[in-house]
Structures are given as C-alpha cells and as structure tokens.
T-cell receptor, first 107, second 111 residues
Framework: GIQVEQSPPDLILQEGANSTLRCNFS?????LQWFHQNPWGQLINLFY???GTKQNGRLSATTVATERYSLLYISSSQTTDSGVYFC?????????FGKGTMLLVSP | SQTIHQWPATLVQPVGSPLSLECTVE??????LYWYRQAAGRGLQLLFY??????ISSEVPQNLSASRPQDRQFILSSKKLLLSDSGFYLC??????????FGQGTRLTVV
C-alpha cells in the first residue's frame, strides 16, 4: 500500500507566526485531503486537493501529484490552530493517513 | 446536507465483553463507509470499508468485524474484547466525489 510521511512530527509556534507542513507519499493517488484533529478528537476537513493550490482564509494547500507531495501553509497562526494535522492521500477507495504533525501555538 | 452520526461517544467495557458501535449517515444514498481506529501515537488505521450493502472489505486481521445491514448504516462489532482493542474509533463516509467526512468518534477503553 501507499506510504505517507508527514513532517515535521511536532511544531511549536508563537502566535502570529507562519508555518509549512509537508506530506510526501510513495505512489500515484486519486486525490488527497488535509484534516485538523481538534482536542476533542474530531477530524475537521480542511482541504480536498488532488492537485493545484487552494486557499481558505489563513490556510492554503498545494498538491504536486506528479512529484508526490502536498504542502499545508498556515499563516498568522492562532492558538485555536493547535492540534494534529493529517494528510490522507486516496488510493482507489480508501484514505491512508500519515502520522500527523502536532502543532502547538502559544500566546 | 449530509450528516454522520456515531455513538456512543465514550465506552468502557470489560475484557471479554461484546462490542457494537453504530454509525449512520443522512442526506445521501449509496455512500462509501469506513471504520478507522486511532491508537495512542496519532496515526489512523483503516479497519473496514464498504461500497454497498453487505459488501465489507477488511484491511487488517483482528478481533473485530463490520456489517452494513442498510445503505446508510455501518456497524463495528466484536464478540470478545481484548485490551488491545482500546482506542478511538472513527466512522467516515464519502460520496461520488470521494471527499471523506468523519463522525465525532467513539473512545473505547477496555478494562
């Protein structure tokens, strides 16, 4: 099956800082999603991004499918951005999750 | 709009007891349905997925089983729980565009 690597595994930021999270995957994929897992465990959809770039407020994502990676940009980080960020490429019918990046934004 | 319901939110069960977790989806028909488990250490592991009633694919051999008795209902079961079955169980659905949406999860502790 597909292998997914996310980096960095942990990230501590001061409020207001910017960051880039990376997701590498080992094989061709049909599409890719980014999720934010909040402290209560719920997975919140951030982006559905098979290729190209999308933006939603302070967050944006870019997927370069031919080079097998995706990036999540967080600008002007806020304490509410804290949590775990997962990328999940889809191969055929299922999503495969990386181990996530745990982000802590301090005031 | 589509919604996904998963219950219970938390569950404490003794070793050897049975398990039944239920997930239902509203507002869509013939969804793909998934069960994932998240153990300590963050990663989500796919347990089962279903593309239709009675069609179940298992990704990992384990002490669990899944059933899909109705189009929008997905059930995760065990006859006898093990300590290693503890974890956070998440149900998800996807439609034709294949974007997946997750329920709020069930935190299972086997004691």
């Amino acid at each position: 099956g597909i292998q997914v690597e996310q980096s960095p595994p942990d990230l501590i930021l001061q409020e207001g800082a910017n960051s880039t999270l990376r997701c590498n995957f080992s094989d061709s994929v049909n599409n890719l999603q980014w999720f934010h897992q909040n402290p209560w465990g719920q997975l919140i959809n951030l982006f559905y991004i098979p290729s190209g770039t999308k933006q939603n407020g302070r967050l944006s994502a870019t997927t370069v499918a031919t080079e097998r990676y995706s990036l999540l940009y967080i600008s002007s980080s806020q304490t509410t951005d804290s949590g775990v960020y997962f990328c999940a490429p889809r191969e055929y019918s299922t999503l495969t999750f990386g181990k996530g990046t745990m982000l802590l934004v301090s005031p | 709009s589509q919604t996904i319901h998963q219950w219970p939110a938390t569950l404490v069960q003794p070793v050897g007891s049975p398990l039944s977790l239920e997930c239902t989806v509203e507002g869509t028909s013939n969804p793909n349905l998934y069960w994932y488990r998240q153990a300590a250490g963050r990663g989500l592991q796919l347990l089962f997925y279903s593309v239709g009633i009675g069609q179940i694919s298992s990704e990992v051999p384990q002490n669990l089983s899944a059933s899909r008795p109705q189009d929008r209902q997905f059930i995760l079961s065990s006859k006898k729980l093990l300590l290693s079955d503890s974890g956070f169980y998440l149900c998800a659905w996807s439609g034709q565009i294949m974007e997946a949406f997750f329920g709020q999860g069930t935190r299972l502790t086997v004691v």
